[in-house]
């Protein structure tokens, strides 16, 4: 399948709004599709050549093509925990989270919310998830086959907690090592799919948990680890308290061997300067939700220090649905570029579209087949129109540069600038 456009993706992160160089940008593009995968992507005139002449076009102009988006933490099981009023983060977890998540014990359930939340992440541009899934197992299960029937790359895994929530929510060090590693065997690399192993967090983990979570790390090195890390003060103390032994947060998963290269940890917002050089040390990746630490009153998170220290973090952006509030990459990105307003800085928006597909890509280790356009990686793309809605279009019609463009799409899109989505080379908003 030969799609026309104007074609878009990054080959490293810009440096600035005018970083072109940054960029393989074809104002006249085309991406020729084949089994699932690229083929070739960037000028018409070269891409059609290849195509044949008898080729079917679809086109697509004057919109853009990109890479599919990339979320690197979202929560399946809070579908309808989204927009849930007044609380910050232990109060929200148990008034709210906590009993939605019991209803996964219902496999039914399960089944109906992963169904649902898929639809839901490609219809917002959305081809890759990194996601927890409830305690339960089925509800794990119920996740990778509905990815494996749309044939999307997820990364994705049973929660793991075993203290301090209701008991229809908790297993136990034993069984959630059972679960997971049963998870491991029949999804882990089948297909697109890729289990992550996932204690919640130090919290609602025993010490004998974070050894079991530890141990699957160890016997499958090649499954990502997911988890929360320093999001909220409160939680922060807590969680100290019952570690007394070790002297931060992050010492509690390094202690565990639950750092490393594949390793996620959501927030990562009060870190100390150890903590930090922790992560650095370790190639762990610390992902920045900005809708939820704003909904949560959890924090700012230092985007460019991380960047920029001596021993630069690796970085990605998130959703974090349901403490976050969108669905989409691009409302959470103009959050995101609030977040880094507060703290004196901007953030370009050549480097945002960077960090929701190449960038997040490359921190979730998965970029030679997602996040890009190159020859041979898998045909999941977005076609965004920049003049989605009257304010977008009349606002379009001032605008000059590319990198203005991408910021206006950043700043007032949504679902609604989404124009089709293709996923494994299959479109599935238009019945083409
Ligand atoms: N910390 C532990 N669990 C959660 C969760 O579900 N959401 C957020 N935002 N933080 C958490
Ligand atoms: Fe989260």
Same mark, same amino acid.
């Given at each position: ?22 960029? @393989? ?14 083929? %070739? ?16 076009? &679809? ?10 988006? &990339? ?11 989204? +927009? ?82 209701? =008991? ?52 499958? @090195? ?28 992050? +010492? ?16 990562? &917002? ?30 700012? #998170? ?17 959703? =974090? ?6 669905? @989409? ?22 480097? @945002? #579209?960077? %960090? &929701? ?74 019945? #083409?």
């Amino acid at each position: 399948m030969l799609i026309r456009g104007r074609v878009l993706w990054f080959l490293r992160r810009p440096e600035s709004r005018d970083d072109l160089a940054a960029c @393989s940008y074809d104002e006249d593009g085309a991406v020729l599709m084949r089994d699932g995968l690229i083929v %070739q992507a960037g000028a018409y005139d070269r891409v059609s050549q290849v195509a044949g002449e008898n080729a079917a076009v &679809i086109d697509h102009r004057p919109h853009l093509i990109l890479p599919g988006f &990339i979320d690197a933490h979202v929560h399946m099981p809070q579908m309808q925990v989204i +927009a849930s009023y007044g609380t910050e983060l232990l109060d929200w977890l148990n008034t709210y989270t906590f009993p939605e998540e019991s209803k996964f014990r219902d496999a039914q359930h399960g089944r109906r919310i992963a169904r649902l939340f898929l639809d839901e992440s490609i219809r917002h541009g959305t081809t890759t998830v990194a996601a927890y899934c409830s305690v339960h197992k089925s509800s794990a299960e119920a996740f990778f086959e509905e990815a494996s029937a749309r044939n999307m790359v997820v990364i994705a895994g049973k929660v793991m907690m075993d203290r301090n929530a209701p =008991d229809a929510v908790l297993d136990t060090a034993q069984t959630a090592y059972d679960d997971s590693k049963a998870l491991i065997e029949t999804w882990h690399n089948r297909g697109r799919q890729r289990y992550a192993i996932t204690p919640r967090f130090a919290l609602t983990s025993t010490p004998e948990q974070l050894e079991a979570a530890g141990a699957l790390a160890r016997e499958y @090195s090649d499954c990502h680890v997911q988890t929360h890390l320093s999001e909220n003060h409160a939680e922060i103390a807590e969680t100290m308290a019952l570690y007394p032994g070790l002297q931060d947060y992050t +010492a509690i998963y390094e202690h565990y061997g639950l750092t490393g290269p594949k390793s996620l940890f959501g927030h990562c &917002i009060h870190l100390s300067e150890r903590e930090a050089d922790a992560l650095s040390d370790s190639g762990s990746v610390a992902v920045f939700c900005p809708t939820s630490n704003l909904f949560l009153g959890s924090g700012l #998170f230092a985007y460019h220090r991380y960047n920029r220290r001596e021993k630069p973090l690796r970085v990605a952006v998130a959703s =974090d649905v349901g403490g976050g509030t969108n669905y @989409s990459l691009l409302r959470t990105m103009d959050e995101a570029y609030k977040v880094i307003a507060l703290q004196g800085e901007k953030l370009n928006p050549l480097a @945002s #579209f960077w %960090q &929701i597909t190449r960038g997040n890509a490359e921190a979730l280790s998965i970029s030679d087949h997602v996040g890009t356009l190159d020859a041979g990686t898998d045909a999941d793309l977005v076609v965004l129109d920049a003049a989605a809605t009257p304010t977008m279009a009349l606002r379009k019609e001032t605008i000059g540069s590319l990198a203005d463009e991408l910021f206006l799409l950043q700043t007032l899109g949504d679902d609604r600038a989404v124009r089709e989505v293709y996923v494994a080379g299959k479109a599935t908003k238009s019945p #083409f």
